[in-house]
């Protein structure tokens, strides 16, 4: 490709998921659906988690931050694609372009690492269970969220600043429906050996560390049940983290399955279909997954939408709770 005016650009185009135009009218009220489902059902459990004091647990903590960000990483991309389908242009201009990468990064690796976090807080809740407040106190639940962020931050802050150095190509059209890092290094004409290097060991570190560090819990945690005598009682230690490792599944399955099939098929529109699955459908998901099979939240939902009456009509079609 020719080089354009260096790094003078001002805009990229975002060819987003489909470039049909019948098919926009059911994108747009398919992807409103879900990111208003999205932001109500995880908003829920902010509220419900800090307006009831049996919640105030570690566990109920982390989640509660888990919402916050699955909020915040969907309100990356979706609005803007929104806005471009209502508007009719593709245009994300260069600045809004490297705010909404360094934005998606961030949440994207601060969701796995409280992820794992997650996880070893239901690895102390098991396996030491008599010492799990000594443990899980508020200085190290907070200073388990803070490292998250600063690691987060630190890491898309890097990896955008690597951006900002390239020259791009005249052909600035990402066939995506936000500003992917992978995309949008393809696009440059410069040399891309250095940001290659750092993306992917970023990956390795920031995805599959966390992602090591999960299995490790979770493998602990099974050798504990295992020893546990009473069936009633293993039942009772898996129900505690199975909602957790469903929504671990769903999230590093589609992460996994969305980098399988782009490799196999080399085909970015199909690749940047397949990424829906995890950057709006799992945080979709997770206000379901943890209300359906948590009933001190579910309570704690009814308590609070009962407190509330202008909300007690709503209700999830998945029976999340009843008003």
């Not at 471009?84 to 909404?100: D, L, P, R």
């Not at 293993?234 to 983290?241: L, R, V």
């Not at 009933?295 to 009962?306: M, Q, T, V, W």
Request: aromatic fraction near 12%.
């Amino acid at each position: 490709m020719e080089p354009g005016n260096g790094t003078q650009i001002s805009e990229f185009l975002l060819l987003g998921i489909s470039q049909a135009l019948e098919l926009q009218p059911l994108i747009f009220g398919l992807f409103l659906s879900m990111y208003l489902i999205t932001v109500f059902g995880n908003l829920l459990i902010i509220l419900a988690v800090s307006s009831d004091s049996h919640l105030h647990t570690p566990m109920y903590f982390f989640l509660s931050n888990l919402s916050l960000v699955d909020i915040c990483f969907t309100s990356t991309t979706v609005p803007k694609m929104l806005v471009n389908i209502q508007t009719q242009t593709k245009v994300i201009t260069y600045e809004g372009c490297i705010t909404q990468m360094y934005f998606y990064m961030l949440f994207a690796v601060l969701d796995s690492i409280i992820l794992t976090v997650m996880a070893y807080d239901r690895f102390v809740a098991i396996c030491h269970p008599l010492h799990y407040m000594v443990i899980m106190n508020p200085q190290l639940c907070g200073l388990l969220v803070l490292l998250s962020w600063i690691m987060s931050v630190l890491n898309s802050l890097l990896e955008c600043l690597m951006v900002l150095g390239l020259h791009f190509c005249s052909d600035l059209e990402i066939p995506h429906f936000f500003c992917e890092l992978n995309q949008v290094l393809q696009l440059a004409c410069s040399d891309t050996f250095l940001n290659n290097i750092v993306m992917y060991s970023s990956a390795g570190l920031l995805g599959g560390g966390p992602l090591a560090g999960i299995l490790y819990s979770y493998s602990k945690i099974l050798f504990s049940i295992r020893g546990i005598s009473s069936s009633q009682g293993k039942y009772k230690a898996f129900s505690t983290c199975a909602s957790h490792l469903l929504v671990v599944s769903l999230f590093y399955g589609t992460s996994l399955g969305v980098y399988l099939s782009s490799t196999a098929t080399q085909n970015a529109h199909s690749s940047a279909t397949a990424s829906v699955m995890y950057t709006v459908v799992t945080p979709m998901l997770n206000p379901f997954i943890y209300s359906l099979r948590n009933n001190d939240l579910k309570r704690a939902l009814e308590r609070f939408l009962g407190s509330v009456p202008d909300l007690e009509w709503y209700f999830w079609c998945g029976g999340i709770f009843i008003s």
